[in-house]
Structure formats: C-alpha cells, structure tokens
C-alpha cells in the first residue's frame, strides 16, 4: 500500500492505493480512520496522482468530470452500495431509502433495507470520491465518517439542495 496526504481546505487527507487504484480516502482523525493498518510506504504513484488531481478540482468547486482508478475492498453487498454512490451526479443528494429501493430493483428483490445500505455508507474507505451525500428518508442529515460539519460543507462546495434535509446542531445525537 502507498499512501500520501493531501492539504485539503477541511482539514489533512490521507490517502491510499495499491497498484489497481485507490484504495481508502479519510480526514485525519475521522471515523474508521485508515483501519485495517496494512504496511505501507510514503510515495507518489500514477494513481495517488489522479486522485490529487481530482482533489484539487473538487475543493476548486468543479465537478472533476473523471475518476482515479479505484480499488475498494468490502462486501459483495457493501461493493453494490458504493456503485450506486458512484452514480450520484455532481451535487446532488438521495436518501438511503431511494438508494435501498434502487439497490432493491436491480437486485430483483421486494425490498431493501435502509438502515443496512446507510452501514455500508458509512464503512465506504473512500469518501468524497465515492460519494457518501445521503441522508435518512425521514428529513435527517446523517451523520458522517469525517464529521457532520465537513458533509455540510462538502455539500455546500457542491451547491447541493439540502432544504429536504434536517441539519443537526453539533453535540446532538447523529442516529
């Protein structure tokens, strides 16, 4: 594994990949923060490039229009949810339940849970970039691996239409 940290106007990322892609993007300190400790070595490759490189147009405000190679390592299940989050166009949100009913669909299945598809949201090892702009059916703004005060934030960068969403006020129970 290689890694690299990235200064990013929210605080320091770091970032990880192997030879295939990028394989985990985390806010120092934010929640499952880099878990899973493989070895790894401080250098630049081709993929952390692009993925800096994405970087650099995201906080710029512009939707990077292309992805850096990725790699993510989950479930079967967690892997369907992630290719779903890699659909959300460029500012906007769903909740999980829309993403549970999409996931449902391709799945053939009645239906899906949204409590289980917000877990695997919240274990995606490569926020921003597999987007995790989701939040409960109900109105809440879900919590967030890096803090609910960077999501409102990313959102924000992104001119996302949060009004559907309750935003709650720091020290409150995220559930």
């Known amino acids: 594994t290689y890694i690299q940290h ?31 400790s493989a070895e790894h070595t401080e250098r630049e490759t081709p993929i952390l490039s ?7 147009l995201y906080f710029a405000g512009r939707e990077p229009g292309f992805l850096p190679p990725l790699h993510p390592a989950g479930s079967t299940f967690q892997q369907a ?14 909740t999980y339940g829309e993403l549970a009913r999409q996931l449902a669909e391709n799945q053939g299945r009645p239906r ?15 926020s921003i970039i597999i987007r995790a702009i989701a939040g409960r059916t109900g109105g809440n703004l879900t919590g ?32």
């Open 6 to 36: 990235y200064d990013a106007p929210l605080g320091r990322i770091l970032l990880a990949a192997d030879e295939v892609g990028l394989t985990g993007l985390w806010f120092d300190g934010a929640k499952y923060f880099a878990d899973g």
């Open 50 to 56: 692009e993925a800096r490189r994405w970087l650099d």
């Open 81 to 94: 949810v992630w290719a779903l989050l890699l659909q959300i166009p460029y500012g906007q949100t769903v």
């Open 112 to 126: 899906m849970s949204a409590q289980a598809v917000g877990g695997a949201v919240g274990h995606n090892k490569i």
């Open 144 to 175: 967030y691996a890096g803090g609910i005060d960077r999501k409102v934030k990313l959102l924000a960068l992104e001119q996302a239409d949060m009004t559907r969403f309750f935003v709650p006020k720091t020290g409150t129970a995220l559930l």
